[in-house]
């Protein structure tokens, strides 16, 4: 199991009280680190290079983003009522290594097949082509399907989603193309309002809402019949994953009741359909997630499944 992080991605702030911050990596980091079964081989994620976010987002958007970096002090990119997801002095460097983990991830993926873990921050499903939202600024997943796509001429990579919250961006930039196949689990309604199953894009696009209250054992029901079934019917070379343990019963962000055991189950489904399809070919990215020992027992139970070769 490879891991991709790096310093620059625990220096991003985002003021005091904000929930998506620099414990929330330190916690997932020291909890690999501690587990005798993991075995992780940690690699610094470099830095991206523009040829390569500039698959998914216009330069020019990017340049504005850097532009609005403040000297000091934080400056929010979004409008009320979502005014959350801000830029600090340590940021450009935090956005670009999130993003060079899943192209180096990608590499590695492709040359050893091993599967990778990207542990960073800022996340990136809410950033659509054009805008930053939800805490993200480029979508790192989306980079690296994209890179994956023109280096290795992949024709159908899957993107599987179970952050409680529904990654618009990600859907919004691979609406209108089925060679990206998306599929979401998430609460609804929630942030960002987005996801409902009638948005289906040119029939790659899968949604599975999920009501407030749900427990494991339905949401793993709803899982296998609202993702993991069109994912194994599409067939893909690559599975990557948005992995937001935010749906957990303990997280202060959302209201689904899941347990940490259950994102082994999860995970171990999908898992099952990359070692059909794809020679088990996966890599994950890390999203949501704000309890910080909900955190640490998640991502564990992920990355046990993830190293199973079932």
């Given at each position: 199991?490879i891991?991709?992080?790096?310093?620059?991605?625990?220096?991003k702030?985002n003021?005091?009280?904000?929930?998506?911050?620099?414990?929330?990596?330190?916690?997932?980091i020291?909890?690999?680190?501690l587990?005798?079964?993991?075995?992780?081989?940690?690699?610094?994620?470099?830095?991206?290079?523009?040829?390569?976010?500039?698959?998914v987002?216009p330069?020019?958007?990017i340049?504005?983003?850097?532009?609005?970096?403040?000297?000091?002090?934080?400056?929010?990119?979004?409008?009320?009522p979502?005014?959350?997801?801000?830029?600090?002095p340590?940021s450009?460097?935090?956005?670009?290594?999130?993003?060079g983990a899943?192209i180096?991830a990608s590499?590695?993926?492709?040359?050893?097949n091993?599967?990778v873990?990207c542990a960073i921050?800022?996340?990136?499903?809410?950033?659509?082509?054009?805008?930053?939202?939800g805490?993200?600024?480029?979508?790192?997943?989306a980079?690296?399907?994209?890179?994956?796509?023109?280096?290795?001429?992949?024709?159908?990579?899957?993107?599987i989603?179970?952050?409680?919250?529904?990654?618009?961006?990600?859907?919004e930039?691979?609406?209108?193309d089925?060679?990206v196949?998306?599929?979401?689990?998430?609460?609804?309604?929630?942030?960002?309002?987005?996801?409902?199953?009638?948005e289906?894009?040119?029939g790659n696009?899968?949604?599975?809402?999920?009501k407030?209250?749900?427990?494991?054992?339905?949401?793993?029901?709803?899982?296998?019949?609202?993702?993991?079934?069109?994912?194994?019917?599409?067939k893909?070379?690559v599975i990557?994953?948005?992995?937001g343990?935010?749906?957990?019963?303990?997280d202060?962000?959302?209201?689904?009741?899941?347990?940490?055991?259950?994102?082994?189950?999860?995970?171990?489904?999908?898992?099952?359909?990359?070692?059909?399809h794809?020679?088990?070919?996966?890599?994950s990215?890390?999203?949501?997630?704000?309890?910080?020992?909900?955190?640490?027992?998640?991502?564990n139970?992920?990355?046990?499944?993830?190293?199973t070769?079932?």
């Open positions: 199991m891991i991709y992080t790096h310093n620059d991605c625990l220096k702030f003021g005091p009280g904000h929930p998506e911050r620099r414990e929330r990596l330190e916690s997932i020291s909890s690999i680190k587990s005798s079964e993991i075995n992780a081989i940690f690699k610094e994620a470099p830095i991206a290079e523009m040829e390569n976010i500039s698959l987002h330069r020019k958007y340049e504005e983003l850097f532009k609005n970096i403040p000297l000091e002090g934080l400056q929010g990119v979004e409008k009320e979502y005014a959350d997801t801000m830029l600090c340590d450009k460097n935090a956005i670009l290594r999130s993003c899943g180096a590499d590695d993926l492709m040359k050893t091993e599967r873990f921050r800022p996340p990136g499903h809410h950033a659509e082509t054009t805008r930053a939202n805490f993200c600024f480029i979508n790192n997943i980079v690296a399907a994209r890179y994956l796509q023109k280096k290795y001429q992949l024709n159908k990579i899957a993107i989603d179970f952050d409680v919250h529904h990654g618009n961006g990600t859907q930039i691979f609406y209108k089925k060679s196949a998306y599929a979401s689990s998430h609460e609804f309604p929630l942030f960002p309002g987005t996801g409902s199953e009638e289906v894009g040119l696009i899968f949604n599975a809402p999920i407030s209250g749900t427990n494991g054992k339905d949401f793993i029901k709803i899982f296998e019949n609202k993702i993991i079934k069109p994912i194994d019917k599409f893909p070379e990557l994953i948005s992995a343990f935010d749906a957990h019963i303990n202060p962000l959302a209201n689904i009741n899941l347990e940490s055991r259950d994102y082994f189950k999860i995970t171990k489904k999908i898992v099952e359909i990359a070692n059909i794809c020679k088990g070919k996966i890599i990215f890390f999203e949501g997630g704000y309890d910080l020992t909900a955190l640490s027992e998640s991502i139970e992920h990355l046990l499944a993830l190293k070769h079932i």
